[in-house]
């Protein structure tokens, strides 16, 4: 899988999230086999590129090459121009947000709201394209299959795309009006890949090895994109991967390695967000890796009065301890306690 200059190490890649996918997350799920991961939004807008959020979106540091990060806005020149200042601060792959359906960034017309306007996606691709292009900088756009069932135009908006220079298009299997209700459809993904050179990345329900393998056989993408099913579960990206290469299995993580995962995967967010925020994001982080464990509500409920970083800690240290000497946990591997997620829980 390559995007301009760059090969990625697999094509098992992770979903921007916003909200989710921060830098330790992102961190984390590269540690643990996933090929490339595109950071959450960043404003376009110069007015909010000196607030908290945007800054910690903005923030890098330490992350494995390369750097991708999100983009979302309807204006073609801020667009160019936050493209731009998110190369200064270390991007160096830009891709733009038309698939999100959230009201805050439809209302003013970005997201996938855009899908609706071909000429405003023509004209921002251009500009952002324009921008990047002399600084070595690939562009890539995210999108959904249109706006509605009944104006399914990601296929026009694939060719445009390719013919202004977008370096790789993801596309998740659902239109705009559709949310995230029903099952993500693949036939479009197959549809625009089997139309483009460039490569096409399928996203949209992909939760198991199986469903990837089984994606990527039907659509012919060169690569996948797992958002949800990767929340509280970052193991999926080599569990996949592993499958993808080898045609088996690689074993569920142990309770054990499950606690050490999530344990550092909260030092590391509270270094990130400190004491105050840390404390209150990790809590559907944590909420997330022990869904599906016994007794998980119990604790979650206990877990959410909790205010303060080290208590958080010790409380999911010891309640993984606990567990562990349920007789159960003793007799094999993680599964045997938790055999089933699904992308509801
Ligand atoms: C909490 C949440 C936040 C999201 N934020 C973004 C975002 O900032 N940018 C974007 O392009 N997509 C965003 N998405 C959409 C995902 O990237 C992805 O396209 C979608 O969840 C479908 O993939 P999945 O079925 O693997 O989750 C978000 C999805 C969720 C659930």
């Known amino acids: 899988m390559r995007i301009g200059s760059w ?22 799920c590269k540690r643990l086999g996933a090929g490339y991961a595109v950071s959450e939004m960043a404003a376009s807008n110069p007015r909010l ?45 830009i891709d733009i947000n038309m698939g999100c359906p959230a009201k805050k960034v439809c209302s003013v017309a970005s997201g996938s709201a855009l899908l609706r306007d071909e ?28 706006w509605d069932r009944e104006h399914r135009n990601a296929l ?12 790789a298009l993801t596309l998740h299997g659902r239109t705009r009006a559709d949310l995230y209700t029903g099952q993500a459809e693949y036939d479009t993904i197959r549809a625009v890949k089997a139309e483009l050179d460039i490569p096409v990345v399928a996203n949209g329900d992909i939760d198991s090895p199986e469903k990837a393998r089984a994606v990527l056989d039907y659509t012919g993408a060169d690569a996948i994109m797992i958002g949800r099913a990767a929340q509280g579960r970052p193991w999926i990206f080599r569990e996949i991967d592993h499958y993808l290469r080898t045609g088996r299995r690689h074993p ?29 994001t990790a809590r559907k982080h944590i909420g997330w890796y022990v869904a599906g464990l016994p007794d998980a509500r119990d604790f979650c409920a206990r877990m959410n009065l909790i205010d303060n970083t080290a208590e958080q800690w010790r409380a999911v240290a010891g309640w993984f301890d606990e567990l562990a000497r349920e007789p159960a946990a003793a007799t094999g591997p993680f599964a045997a306690i938790a055999p089933a997620y699904s992308l509801a829980a």
């Open 156 to 167: 026009r908006v694939a060719r445009l795309a390719q013919d202004i220079g977008i370096a």
């Open 119 to 146: 000429t405003l996606v023509a004209r921002i691709l251009q500009a952002v394209v324009a921008a990047c292009a002399p600084l070595g900088v690939p562009v890539t756009l995210k999108t959904r299959t249109g």
């Open 49 to 93: 590129w000196d607030s908290v959020k945007t800054s910690r979106r903005l923030d890098h540091q330490g992350e494995i090459d390369p750097i991708a990060v999100q983009i979302a806005g309807a204006d073609p020149d801020m667009m160019a121009e936050a493209a731009a200042f998110n190369v200064r601060k270390g991007a160096r792959i």
């Open 7 to 28: 090969t990625l190490p697999n094509n098992v890649l992770v979903a921007p999230m916003a909200g989710v996918t921060d830098r330790p997350f992102r961190q984390l």
């Open 252 to 280: 569920p993580p142990t309770l054990r390695e499950m606690r050490a995962l999530l344990l550092e995967h909260l030092e590391d967010h509270y270094r990130f967000y400190g004491e105050h925020t840390g404390v209150r």
